[in-house]
């Protein structure tokens, strides 16, 4: 398999937290294709950080504005090309962290899930446990799927919320690959312990 697409139910949810723990347990390349929001650490930053030794790919959008994908590429005067979104040939699986979630605008024609879509990879959605989850989730869920995007799983971030959790799997027919626990202090072994704990992969592999 060529890797699969981190995407997620909204932005600061912690899907590169995620994508790093998969990077780790897959033995796989990271890939953010764009990155909004250049002041803090990026995305691939942190998970150069959380996994040591990580193959990371470079962007090929960085936009210094943390803020919608096709606003930040407004400001910057870049207009991007799906066409230079193509993923790039390498050895083993890539997995791919998309921006915000999967109906975040990267350019005036071209929404996150179109992008996946293309890509021809399938998800994993990362999704919070707290409330709100179930709607947020299984509105994810329906638009990957009605855009061609096959969905590997989700992976829950947070306090275990059994029946939020079961309502997702239920009515959004999903695997349940896991929930990552709050994790602090955060770091690489942490991360690549709790991962081996709570994560399963067999879906992804
Ligand atoms: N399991 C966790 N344990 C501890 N901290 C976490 C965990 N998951 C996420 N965080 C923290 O929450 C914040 C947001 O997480 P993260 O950067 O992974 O979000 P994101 O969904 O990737 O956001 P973006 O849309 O900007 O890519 C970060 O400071 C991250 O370190
Ligand atoms: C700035 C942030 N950390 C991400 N890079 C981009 C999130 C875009 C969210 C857009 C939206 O859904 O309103
Ligand atoms: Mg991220």
Known sequence: MKG??????DTGIGKTVVAAGLTGALGATYWKPVQSGLEDETDSEAVARLVPGARILPEVYRLVTPCSPHEAARIDGVEIDVEKLRLPDVDG??????????????????????????????????????????????????????????????????????????????????????????LDPLGASALRDAFAANIRLDALR
């Open 4 to 9: 699969v697409i981190v995407s997620g139910t």
């Open 93 to 182: 699986p890539v997995v791919v962290e998309g921006a915000g979630g999967a109906m975040v605008p990267y350019a005036d024609d071209l929404l996150a899930a179109d992008l996946f879509a293309d890509l021809g990879m399938p998800a994993v959605v990362v999704a919070r446990t707290m409330l709100g989850t179930i709607s947020h989730t299984l509105m994810t869920l329906e638009v990957l799927r009605a855009r061609g995007v096959p969905v590997a799983g989700v992976i829950f971030v947070g306090e275990a919320e059994l029946v939020a959790e079961s309502a997702i799997q239920r009515f959004g027919a999903v695997a349940h690959l896991g929930r990552l626990p709050h």
